[in-house]
Every structure is written in structure tokens, then in C-alpha cells.
């Protein structure tokens, strides 16, 4: 497995390999860029096909965090970390606790939260070895009650204020009543962002690998079930994906018939190269680490003091980010993928 000339190494500051034999442990951190400040980024646990494959995801992801903070105006770096293994049948509290003592050897550096795959006890558990974990404190909510460290809700209403941009400036609206979405994907983001888009008057098809799932989203907010493949033939206003990445790629693309693609899945575009295969078939892309940074947002002010009206408004500034992007991209006639990606380096302070 070669490293340094890894298409997707990005001149990381840091990969460490994890392993523990006792637990079955085998996992990545990848310390993306620490310009701006320690690397906040999710532990994703998940079956990979191969170690290639782990490398590949955690070198994008760490990126994209680092891209993420910059853009959403955190004093943040950004990292990410993957467990190898299916997070139904391989996860114990000895794996766990390896992942929080591998964490804690970094000193700091890494700080890591939940993601696909890992979930609020997840990293409680991890807490035990460290203290370098995040989102796992309960926070206030509009009604003046509470809820769980889990930053989904967060990241499901950036990605609604995103697609409210999105739209406004591709379809000239300024409501979504009647509006039809697409969503791929409806876990915890998807689901909280069918809500979002049900309550304001849009018209929704989702699809998801887990059936009773969809079964459970569709009766909740009216929305209408698809086949998992089928989501990407629909004659609908907005796709958006809100799964795993890589879902915008050379078989997807020339199935798409929307002329807005905006969701919360990480590293959408399969390649780099897919954000101009969108803009050359008029389709507007909300960049993924931009739209949906409400998550970490959210994860930020858990540390620095929460307080749910100041988390709210940070978030709705991510429409004011894509709205920069959008505007630059359509000016320079270049990609939003590519613009957003140099706004970010410039903040940061990367030449590449």
C-alpha cells in the first residue's frame, strides 16, 4: 500500500495505522491540516473491501474536514479516522476502548465524534481511554429541552438552509412549497432532512438500503418509497444524496435529470473531475463539505459553550457560504466543487 503518492494524499500532516490484538482493532486516523487549529473529524465504522479502500475514504475525508472548518469559519483543523470492520457484528467495548487509547496517543491533535457507522455511546466509550472526543454532550434545544450529543439534527438543517440557496439561486425561488426532492439515504441526516423539507411544503421520494427504515420515514412525513437504484431516474427538482460518497460518478451523472444536486452525503463527487461533468449538463452542485457543515458546527460550540440561538445562526450562514460559491463559479465559469475547494486552501493557507 503506497502512501506518499496516494492520488488522494494530500500532503497530510499525519496517518497513523491502529491495530490491537486483543480487541480485532484495525483502524486509520489521518490528521488532515491543523493550520487553523486541533483536527476535529468522526470515526466512521464500516466493512471496507480491502485496506485500500480504508485509505482512500480517510484520506478524502480528513481533507474534506479540513476544507469543511475553513469554509464554515471554525477555529478547527480537519481529520477523520476509520474502523475496518461491520459495525453490527464486530463492534465491542474492548474495540472501542482501543480506538479511545489510539486517539489519546495523538495528545490532542485528533479529536474525534460520531459518524456513519459510530454513535454517541460509541464514543462515550472511547471517552473512557480519552478525553479528546466530541459530541457527546447533551444541548439545548428550541423548546427548552434537550437533546443528545448527536449532531444529525445540526447537519440535517445546514443541509436544508444550503438547499434553500441552492434552489433560490438555480430556480429563482424563494419557497419550497411543492418543490420536488429526491433524497438518497434517509439514517439519521436524511431523515431529520425529510422533516425539514416535508414541513415547508416540498414533495419527496427516498430510498434507502434498509427497508423499515424507509417504511418508517415514508409514513412519518408522506414521503413516497423508491427502489435504491431508481432514486437517480426521478424527474425531480433537487437530488440529494445524504448515504455514503462517491454516488456522482460516471455511471450516476448521465442519469440525472434534476438541475439541483444538493445533500449531505461526504465526498460526493466520485472524482474531481465529476463537478464539471454536473456543470456541463446545467446541474447546480451545493459542494458537500460546505453544506453540510452543521455537524460540525455544532460539535464546535460543544466545546468552546454551547448556546442553541448562537449554533442556529452559524449554521445559516452556510447559505450565505454557497451563495459566494455559486456566484464565483458562475462568474468564472468554473465548477462550484473547484471554487469552493481554493476558497477553503486560500483560508487555510495551502498553496496546493
Known amino acids: 500500500m503506497h502512501l506518499f503518492d496516494h492520488p488522494d494524499f494530500d500532503d497530510h500532516e499525519q496517518v497513523v495505522f491502529c491495530s490491537d490484538a486483543a480487541s480485532g482493532l484495525r483502524a486509520i486516523v489521518a490528521v488532515h491540516d491543523t493550520t487553523l487549529g486541533p483536527a476535529l473529524g468522526g470515526c466512521r465504522m464500516w466493512p471496507y473491501a480491502s485496506d485500500e479502500e480504508a485509505l482512500r475514504d480517510v484520506l478524502r475525508l480528513s481533507r474534506g474536514m479540513t476544507y469543511k472548518s475553513a469554509l464554515a469559519g471554525l477555529p478547527l483543523g480537519g481529520g477523520k479516522s476509520v474502523i475496518i470492520g461491520n459495525p453490527r457484528t ?6 472501542l476502548r482501543a480506538m479511545g487509547r489510539n486517539v489519546e496517543r495523538l495528545g490532542g491533535r485528533y479529536i474525534v465524534a460520531e459518524d456513519s457507522g459510530t454513535g454517541v455511546p460509541d464514543i462515550k466509550t472511547m471517552a473512557l481511554e480519552t478525553a479528546h ?3 457527546v454532550v447533551e444541548k439545548a434545544t428550541e423548546g427548552g429541552g434537550t437533546r443528545s450529543g448527536d449532531p444529525s439534527p445540526s447537519t440535517a438543517y445546514g443541509v436544508f438552509v444550503g438547499l434553500q440557496a441552492a434552489v433560490r439561486h438555480r430556480l429563482h425561488r424563494s419557497d419550497l412549497e411543492g418543490l420536488t426532492v429526491a433524497i438518497q439515504g434517509v439514517g439519521s441526516v436524511g431523515a431529520h432532512l425529510a422533516r425539514y423539507l416535508a414541513d415547508a411544503g416540498a414533495r419527496l421520494w427516498i430510498a434507502d438500503i434498509d427497508e423499515a427504515q424507509v417504511r418508517r420515514v415514508a409514513d412519518s412525513v408522506g414521503a413516497t418509497p423508491v427502489l435504491p437504484d431508481a432514486i437517480f431516474d426521478l424527474e425531480v427538482d433537487v437530488f440529494a444524496p445524504c448515504a455514503l460518497g462517491a454516488v456522482l460518478n460516471d455511471g450516476t451523472i448521465p442519469r440525472l435529470t434534476c438541475p439541483v444536486v444538493a445533500g449531505a452525503a461526504n465526498n460526493q463527487l466520485a472524482e474531481a473531475r465529476h463537478g464539471q461533468a454536473l456543470a456541463d449538463r446545467g446541474i447546480l452542485y451545493a459542494p458537500d463539505y460546505v453544506i453540510n457543515a452543521g455537524g460540525v458546527i455544532d460539535v464546535y460550540y460543544e466545546r468552546a459553550g454551547h448556546d442553541h440561538a448562537r449554533v442556529m445562526s452559524h449554521i445559516g450562514r452556510i447559505a450565505d457560504t454557497l451563495t459566494e460559491i455559486f456566484a464565483r463559479a458562475d462568474m468564472e465559469r468554473k465548477p462550484t466543487a473547484a ?13 496546493r
Do not use: F
Not at 90 to 95: Q, R, V
Not at 339 to 351: E, F, I, K, L
Open 90 to 95: 464486530d463492534k465491542s467495548e474492548a474495540l
Open 133 to 135: 472526543v466530541s459530541g
Open 339 to 351: 471554487v469552493a475547494d481554493r476558497m477553503a486552501r486560500q483560508r487555510v493557507g495551502r498553496t
